[in-house]
């Protein structure tokens, strides 16, 4: 799954990798977490990427009232016909920017975390679906996105039994197209990037506070730190 991630490159490399103005400042993210306002690149009307601010945890459109659990992954297997992401997964689907991601695991008797990140860095995208939920009268206008995942397979299985899925930069146009209905084995013709593509490390444990969001998250576990000192 993914549960944080963060987004620290700066607006040039937004414009370079995705074709999409840029003018306002974007702060370096480092502990982005669920419910949130994140960025995502859609298409607009006329059919042109744009970058938009939307919060984590898609609601679907037709919910009445907002739940108190957000959906912020949508597993590939299933994404197509759940009642909450078979819609946008058909018209309204996004790319999320990223730098890396985080997972925990138990480490002698701790939750540890760790920082995934694409081998040689950079900026990323994670397949991603949007909507927007106006509410029983229509009176809200709540735009908010999910995160789909897939099974992890190799050595990142270690980790955690799934990762979000990360879009290849040739393949971002068909990502953004919208079909209605969905063709058959739309998910099946990307070739997602491999868990051989990422590479992993332990971090400070200061990232497990949501309301941490600073440089230090990206350090070394305090008892690594400590180590170095003597």
């Not at 993210?29 to 419910?35: H, K």
Request: charged share 25%; glycine share 8%; with cysteine.
């Amino acid at each position: 799954m993914c549960g944080r991630y963060l987004m620290t490159s700066p607006k040039d490399a937004m414009k370079a990798l995705f074709g999409v103005r840029a003018d306002a400042h974007i702060p370096p993210r480092y502990n982005i977490s669920p419910g949130q306002p994140v960025l995502i690149v859609r298409n607009n009307e006329s059919g042109l990427a744009e970058l938009a601010a939307v919060e984590w945890g898609l609601v679907p459109e037709w919910k009445k009232e907002l739940g108190a659990k957000p959906l912020i992954n949508a597993r590939m297997e299933t994404v197509a016909e759940k009642p909450s992401f078979r819609s946008p997964m058909k018209r309204t689907r996004c790319l999320v920017p990223f730098d890396g991601w985080y997972e925990w695991k138990t480490v002698n008797g701790r939750k540890q975390p760790f920082l995934i990140t694409p081998v040689g860095g950079g900026l990323q995208a994670f397949a991603g679906i949007w909507t927007t939920w106006h509410g029983p009268a229509g009176e809200h206008w709540l735009e908010t996105m999910a995160i789909l995942t897939g099974p992890t397979n190799g050595p990142m299985r270690s980790l955690h039994s799934r990762m979000p899925l990360v879009v290849k930069r040739e393949q971002y146009g068909a990502w953004l197209t919208p079909h209605d209905p969905l063709p058959r084995g739309f998910l099946e013709s990307f070739d997602f990037m491999p868990e051989t593509a990422f590479e992993w490390r332990a971090v400070n444990s200061r990232l497990n506070d949501v309301r941490f969001d600073a440089p230090e998250c990206l350090e070394p576990p305090e008892q690594e730190r400590q180590h170095t000192l003597f």
